[in-house]
């Protein structure tokens, strides 16, 4: 069966720090990838989107960026943090051409004070 | 472009009553619709899909919904629910952009089931 792993759980960053968050994805192949941010009391808006190794799309413009080194797995960064940065952040993957739902990962609640 | 609307933010309710969470959604071709639910601080679990056939599809724990192409809804029903059911659910359509699939999402309604 496939599983969705993201670390860390939870993260407490000063603003202007590095970020990486991991996500990564077992028991399927050549899966689509997603990032999503939840901002406290809002919906999912979507980030990032991958269909394959090195090939990211950006949804909305931000000091966040995306990468996708291996097939399973999917990473999250950004250089400098900002307050509004703050949320709950969510990696979910898909299986191309089927079905079209996604599967969600545990999540990481990222706190920038 | 495709969007959803979740008509109510919050839905208060009594454990063994009834409940109903509107979905509506805007689109001009085929959809493919979906109920999320998010238990606090926890990912989003795929709760009930409609892909195509039947327009009533159910969950495993008692939730059914309804999809009406009229009258563009998917709205979410429980006929009897539990404390364990207080969680957020999110509603969802298939979109095409840019080639690929992605799901678009309504901003979600809390269920509070008290006793």
């Known amino acids: 069966s496939q599983t969705i792993h993201q670390w860390p759980a939870t993260l407490v960053q000063p603003v202007g720090s590095p970020l990486s968050l991991e996500c990564t994805v077992e028991?399927?192949?050549?899966?689509?990838l997603y990032w999503y941010r939840q901002a406290a009391g809002r919906g999912l808006q979507l980030l990032f989107y991958?269909?394959?190794?090195?090939?990211i799309s950006s949804e909305v413009p931000q000091n966040l960026s995306a990468s996708r080194p291996q097939d399973r797995q999917f990473i999250l960064s950004s250089k400098k943090l900002l307050l509004s940065d703050s949320g709950f952040y969510l990696c979910?993957?898909?299986?191309?051409?089927?079905?079209?739902?996604?599967?969600f990962g545990p999540g990481t609640r990222l706190t920038v004070t | 472009a495709q969007s959803v609307t979740q008509l109510d933010s919050q839905v208060p309710v009594f454990e063994e009553a009834p409940v109903e969470l509107r979905c509506n959604y805007s689109?001009?071709?085929?959809?493919?619709l979906f109920w999320y639910v998010q238990y606090p601080n926890q990912g989003l679990q795929l709760l009930l899909k409609?892909?195509?056939?039947?327009?009533l599809v159910k969950s495993i724990n008692g939730f059914e919904a309804e999809f009406n192409k009229s009258q563009t809804s998917f709205h979410l029903r429980k006929p009897s629910v539990h404390i364990s059911d207080t969680a957020e659910y999110f509603c969802?359509?298939?979109?095409?952009?840019?080639?690929?699939?992605?799901?678009?999402f309504g901003a979600g309604t809390r269920l509070a089931v008290h006793p």
């Open positions: 979910a993957w898909s299986v191309p051409g089927q079905g079209h739902e996604q599967y």
């Open positions: 028991g399927t192949s050549n899966p689509n």
């Open positions: 991958s269909v394959g190794i090195g090939q």
């Open positions: 689109s001009s071709v085929s959809v493919y």
């Open positions: 409609y892909l195509s056939g039947s327009t």
């Open positions: 969802a359509v298939n979109t095409i952009s840019g080639g690929y699939n992605k799901l678009i």
